[in-house]
């Protein structure tokens, strides 16, 4: 499939998908969040993608929402009635939400490669995805306070779940950069590169080798991850024992195991 507003191709089971508005700095206007959301609900279904790359076109990763979309919004609520002008906001509010929850739901593993700028709707984003990795170059802001409102599309609700949560609040309050190495540090990033050639190597490396094992075992561990991270840990124990009581004895462990007494690499269906 093609997007207007976004690059993806499919290789060695490895999707990558790329924001494709350079000339604005990866801005995210209604199209851009309509095809993002197509995307990933697409590659949740698509049995030969196994991983997900998400990266920018150009030199930055995703400067945030395009301001022309709040343009739009303003003046589509503007409504007679106060009570509907607002439930008109909420509900566009929850539209732009859908597209990064479709990047956590997705079953798939989705791993960003941030180079550049990653500001407001930037962070939401990566905070949706299960790794992250950046470039010394890279920033990474909450920038919704210097613009007077709230973040609304989830760097609120998730990212205090991923660093301290006085990093996110001094963040979420001053609107300031953090470049790769402290974001490393605080480990918002996995790991920080010198520069988008050894990123990009970094990460493709990292989807391979994800890609090498079993497609059933890595979207099980996906899912059990994020339903353990919502829940206590006695209920996740539970659940993990179902999950396995119906997913276990499946095939791939059976190739997995066969492959470790032949000592060879095993080979798995999608």
């Not at 150009?58 to 503007?78: P, V, Y």
Request: proline share 3%; net charge negative.
């Amino acid at each position: 499939m093609t997007y207007e507003n976004l690059l993806l191709d499919v290789n060695n089971h490895v999707a990558h998908v790329r924001f494709n508005r350079p000339d604005k700095a990866n801005a995210l206007h209604h199209g851009a969040w309509n095809d993002l959301q197509n995307a990933f609900e697409m590659l949740d279904t698509r049995e030969d993608v196994r991983v997900i790359i998400l990266s920018g076109e150009g030199k930055h990763f995703c400067s945030g929402i395009d301001l022309t979309l709040f343009q739009d919004i303003t003046a589509e609520s503007g409504q007679a009635c106060g009570a509907r002008s607002r439930e008109y906001i909420r509900r566009e509010i929850l539209n732009l939400q859908a597209p990064i929850n479709a990047i956590e739901a997705c079953c798939k593993p989705v791993i960003a490669a941030i180079s550049g700028g990653c500001i407001g709707a930037g962070v939401d984003i990566i905070s949706a995805c299960d790794l992250r990795y950046g470039t010394t170059d890279s920033y990474f802001s909450i920038r919704e306070i210097d613009m007077g409102m709230v973040a609304d599309l989830g760097t609120l609700q998730r990212l205090p779940r991923l660093i301290p949560h006085g990093i996110v609040r001094e963040m979420a309050f001053t609107g300031r950069n953090v470049y790769g190495k402290e974001a490393e540090q605080i480990g918002l990033i996995n790991s920080c590169q010198d520069g988008s050639e050894s990123l990009m190597k970094t990460v493709f490396e990292v989807a391979l080798n994800i890609a090498a094992k079993s497609p059933l075992a890595i979207r099980g561990t996906k899912h059990v991850l994020n339903y353990s991270r919502d829940h206590s840990i006695d209920d996740g124990l539970q659940y993990v024992a179902t999950w396995n009581a119906g997913m276990l004895l499946s095939e791939d462990l059976r190739i997995a195991v066969q492959s470790k007494l032949e000592r060879k690499e095993p080979k798995f269906r999608n």
